[in-house]
């Protein structure tokens, strides 16, 4: 008698992981529009290489305003200007920021303030 509670559950379960199926495949088919990100402004730390550099051509491609920091003020400089002339605006700005020291960081906040 305990195996009916038990089938029970798992007929439960098989439903919930149906529906859930049927919900994500069908939404494969609608377009779901994404928020505008033009009228953003985004800081990106570690902006000059890496992660950072990906993440600030990715986000440059949808015309987000940029602050890109990073302790290395030069390539930073030349990842803002490369991202400007890729993307023909003015909207990406380079600050040379420390992230290791508490008084740049609130230094460089007060300049994007």
């Given amino acids: ?6 089938i029970i559950q798992y007929i439960k379960l098989f439903g919930v992981l149906f ?7 069908i939404g494969l088919f609608r377009e779901t529009p994404l ?7 985004i800081l990106i730390t570690g902006a ?7 993440l600030a051509q990715r986000l440059a491609q949808f015309g987000c305003t940029l602050i890109l920091w990073d302790v290395d003020g030069t390539t930073n400089a030349l990842v803002a ?8 605006s003015k909207r990406i700005h380079a600050m040379k920021c420390d992230l290791t020291s508490r008084e740049n960081i ?3 906040a007060v300049e994007v303030d």
């Fill in 19 to 25: 529906k859930h199926w049927f919900l994500d495949f």
């Fill in 35 to 41: 928020k505008s990100l033009s009228s953003e402004t």
């Fill in 1 to 6: 008698m305990a195996v009916v509670p038990i």
């Fill in 48 to 54: 000059a290489s890496g992660l950072g550099k990906g």
């Fill in 81 to 88: 200007d490369e991202l400007n002339i890729a993307t023909k």
């Fill in 106 to 108: 609130y230094e460089c």
